[in-house]
């Protein structure tokens, strides 16, 4: 009996790679093309939505961290992101439909995984199964597993704009990265700066703005954001200066016009291979396209600036996961069923894929009768999945974060020693874990 997968997505994929490479059949259920969520445009696996961004690369960061040790535990994702990335300073970032067709590729090409496209409506009862529907799970299924569940948390989601390289009046930008790190070369971002003036008028507009209507419920005051995708407009009804201490921040810049610090700049980062397509950093936005186009027009290196994708808000959801999974991502009332991705409480791509691998090695486990994988809480992945499943009566998406491994003794003061001494400890911890699960199995 094969393991059933719902979801190509990044957890999906990853989920089933790793049951498929560890000898099982899998069955991977996707909807798209035949069906999309509101923020899926491409029948590719994989897509990604937000950003383009998997985060920092380096491996003294909690992000770098992660996707270490996911490539350190077979990831397919990880290995071709590093192929098709795009400068982004010290970030991974990825040309997104490379990203996503080699996914998809790779998938397909694997022989003992078999791809079934449609809508699946109700939960599988028979052998085991993977969910990694994502946080805009169709709303049959979204039923069925709330009635399962005994309902869901919810929150919404946003993305930034994209607009063309051509179309950024650079005598109004420039190119650096912050601090002018070595690892960002001639300088992978372009920057907006703006002075105060052009910046409280911008502010002004921008709390002002007209705002897309929302669909999901009944009334907008029911709207709760997750602060990791908070929308532009939002953060900035916070105050004057939220936003130019938030995205806008000029830290570690200096105008080569001007000679000087900018009173606020807004960073554009590369979309795409080509170097043609670029997102506004931290740009958020559930305004509607009109607006968005007048506001961010007020930008002086962006008051020509060609959209190529405006920026939406959609519904995310997830479960109350520490009352309904174990450390393996399977549910304590039935581990015949796993739940994989962002839909678990897993906040970000990486975090979301990572979740899969273990979703997927254990759903293996699961069929084999053999005692789940668990990693140490050292390690960035093992302690994403104690996050999932410890008790929490105020159970909110986590990402990648050096706050959640134990910390490390004697205390070193220096952040930038202690992070890599962290990093050193989880991968020693992750390869004696799984040197110890070879042996024992």
């Known amino acids: 009996m094969a393991i059933t997968v719902i979801g190509a997505g990044l957890a999906g994929c990853e989920a089933a790679w790793a049951a498929a490479q560890a000898g099982e059949a899998v069955t991977l259920w996707e909807m798209k093309p035949d069906k999309y969520t509101p923020a899926h445009k491409a029948p590719l696996f994989a897509e990604l939505v937000c950003s383009n961004s998997l985060k920092a690369a380096r491996l003294e960061s909690a992000a770098g961290l992660l996707k270490e040790e996911m490539a350190r535990l077979g990831s397919v994702c990880v290995p071709i992101a590093r192929e098709c990335a795009v400068p982004a300073g010290g970030a991974l970032a990825v040309d997104r439909d490379r990203f996503s067709a080699a996914v998809t590729d790779k998938i397909r090409s694997h022989p003992l995984i078999t ?22 799970t169709a709303d049959t299924l979204a039923g069925e597993i709330a009635a399962l569940c005994g309902g869901g948390l919810h929150f919404y989601d946003a993305a930034a704009p994209i607009v063309t390289a051509d179309s950024v009046d650079m005598t109004s930008a420039f190119r650096a990265s912050r601090y002018d790190r070595e690892e960002s070369g001639d300088g992978d971002y372009i920057n907006c700066p703006m002075n105060k003036a052009e910046y409280e008028a911008f502010h002004q507009a921008l709390v002002n703005a007209e705002r897309a209507p929302l669909h999901e419920f009944d009334t907008p005051n029911d709207l709760t954001v997750y602060e990791g995708c908070m929308p532009i407009e939002v953060l900035a009804s916070r105050g004057t ?24 700049v807004v960073q554009l980062r590369t979309e795409n291979a080509e170097g043609t397509l670029y997102n506004l950093v931290g740009f958020q936005t559930n305004l509607k396209f009109s607006e968005q186009k007048r506001v961010f027009g007020m930008i002086p290196a962006l008051k020509n600036a060609e959209f190529m994708r405006y920026g939406v808000m959609h519904r995310n959801t997830f479960l109350d996961a520490p009352r309904l999974l174990d450390g393996a991502f399977r549910m304590k009332t039935n581990p015949n069923l796993l739940f994989a991705g962002q839909m678990t409480g897993v906040e970000g791509y990486m975090e979301s894929a990572a ?30 999945a104690g996050h999932v499943c410890d008790e929490n009566k105020h159970y909110q998406p986590m990402g990648a974060n050096f706050g959640i491994l134990p910390p490390i003794e004697p205390h070193i003061r220096d952040k930038k020693s202690r992070y890599a001494a962290l990093s050193q400890r989880a991968l020693d911890s992750l390869a004696a874990a799984l040197a110890a699960d070879r042996k024992d199995g």
């Not at 939960?123 to 969910?131: A, K, L, Q, S």
């Not at 759903?363 to 992945?381: F, K, S």
């Open 115 to 136: 791809i079934k496209q449609g809508e699946v409506t109700a939960i599988p009862t028979d052998g085991v199964t993977v969910i990694a529907t994502g946080p805009l």
């Open 241 to 264: 200066d939220a936003i130019r201490f938030g995205p806008m921040k000029p830290v570690g810049l200096r105008d080569p016009h001007t000679g000087h610090r900018p009173w606020a």
């Open 355 to 384: 979740s899969g691998i273990l979703a997927g090695i254990n759903a293996v486990r699961q069929m084999r009768g053999e005692a789940p994988l668990i990693l140490p809480r050292d390690t960035m992945m093992g302690a994403l």
